[in-house]
């Protein structure tokens, strides 16, 4: 318990300081979007290693939060704001259908996998799918 405190923490602690000094409030939300979206993996992640103890139910429900908030990415990202911190390439908005597809990839797959989580096994290929997802976008569109 301990430790998924110090985890908690530390997760938090971090989002605060990528978004230190953001003064655009376009950004700061689709900023705050994404740290949701790590805070929820963090969580698998910390399952998946045994830091923390497994728990179905917790593991669906990170994986569903993953899928809503995966959903408002688009409205997130429908202005074309940006900010001195922003690591969103212009790019973005040049293709925006291709960016929303990512977007609608990882809702539709961590919808998909919460209903296949029932042991601790189960988490360590859903954390690599969930990876891949994220970083299927952060590729091409996030420096
Ligand atoms: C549809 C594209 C897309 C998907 C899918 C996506 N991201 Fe992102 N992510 C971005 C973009 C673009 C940025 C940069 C935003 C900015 O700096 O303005 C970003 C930034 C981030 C940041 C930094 C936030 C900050 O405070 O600066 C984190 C953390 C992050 N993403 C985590 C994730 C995780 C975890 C997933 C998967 C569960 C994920 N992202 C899925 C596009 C995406």
Known sequence: MKKYIALALMVTGTAALAHGGVKD??????MMGMSELAKQMKLIGAMAKG???FDADAARAALLNI???ASEIPALFETAATDPKSEALPVIWDEFDSFTSRASE?????RGLA??????ADLRPVMQQLGKACGACHSDFRE
């Open 115 to 120: 209903g296949t989580v029932t042991s601790e």
């Open 67 to 69: 899928s809503r908030e």
């Open 25 to 30: 409030p376009h950004v700061m939300h689709r």
């Open 106 to 110: 990882l809702e539709s797959l961590t």
């Open 51 to 53: 830091v923390m103890p």
